[in-house]
């Protein structure tokens, strides 16, 4: 019997230290996953936080109201306000327009059309309602000023990064694929208006229009001899120091000038 007593001691000890061992064992993974769950939950929440964050910033920058500047008519102030989706204008209204006396009735002809119009061309690049002159120009001017800003805001939502990681001019690797559409403002001349809208890509005119010129009579064999020729000029000098046609001084001037208020524009 004294003999067996050490050797319980010994079977007890080492069956002790086992169900140590083993408690112990069985402790420790009821940690882990806990921490591994704690761990591998977070990562997934901050992704998909990352992610509607990045498509709301998307959305933004292609989405939404744009009002464009007030522009002063003979009759009244015009403002247009756009609606955009994906890039698109999805509705054109006019938020202010001549009021009063013969207006209401060019305004309520013209306007329902212009709007129409601009949702289907995309541009300002649309027609004059007949009867309704100094509206539809209006129109036009604020309509340009409108997808000036969206067309603004958009770069500045998608390139901001690149643009903070390289700080150049206009001759970056991202903002030399940039083209900016600018219209100048309306040229009063005594034939008629003359306004010009102009295509910037790096800093350069890449290509100039003529969306307004007078018209009738004598004035469309002159407009169409002489814009063609101010356009080239206007893309091959780069400015708006271009020679005036022989025979269409009026229409060259004013051609001249709406030009320059559209380099102004585009900072050139």
Do not use: C, F, W
Request: aromatic share 2%; glycine share 12%.
């Amino acid at each position: 019997m004294r003999k067996s007593h050490p050797i319980r001691r010994v079977v007890l000890a080492t069956a002790a230290t086992v169900s140590g061992v083993v408690l112990l064992l069985s402790l420790k993974p009821a940690s882990d996953p806990a921490s591994a769950a704690a761990a591998g939950g977070a990562a997934p929440q901050q992704t998909a936080a990352a992610q509607e964050s990045a498509q709301g910033g998307a959305e933004a920058a292609g989405n939404g109201t744009v009002t464009g500047a007030v522009a002063q008519t003979q009759y009244g102030p015009v403002q247009v306000r756009l609606t955009m989706s994906g890039g698109k204008i999805t509705k054109a209204e006019a938020v202010q327009a001549p009021k009063g006396g013969t207006s209401d009735q060019k305004t309520a002809l013209s306007v329902p059309k212009l709007n129409q119009q601009a949702v289907a061309e995309q541009s300002a690049d649309i027609d004059t309602v007949s009867g309704a002159t100094y509206t539809s120009t209006g129109y036009k001017q604020s309509l340009q000023s409108a997808l000036d800003k969206a067309k603004a805001s958009q770069p500045a939502a998608g390139a901001s990064p690149s643009a903070s990681a390289g700080s150049g001019g206009s001759k970056g690797s991202g903002g030399a694929q940039i083209s900016r559409t600018v219209t100048g403002s309306v040229a009063q001349t005594q034939y008629g208006p003359v306004q010009v809208r102009i295509t910037v890509s790096g800093g350069k005119i890449t290509k100039a229009e003529t969306i307004q010129a007078p018209k009738g009579g004598t004035s469309d064999q002159k407009t169409a001899l002489s814009v063609p020729k101010l356009n080239q000029e206007a893309v091959a000098a780069g400015s708006a120091d271009i020679d005036s046609v022989s025979g269409a001084t009026y229409t060259s001037t004013g051609y001249k000038q709406s030009l320059q208020s559209a380099l102004d524009q585009a900072g050139g």
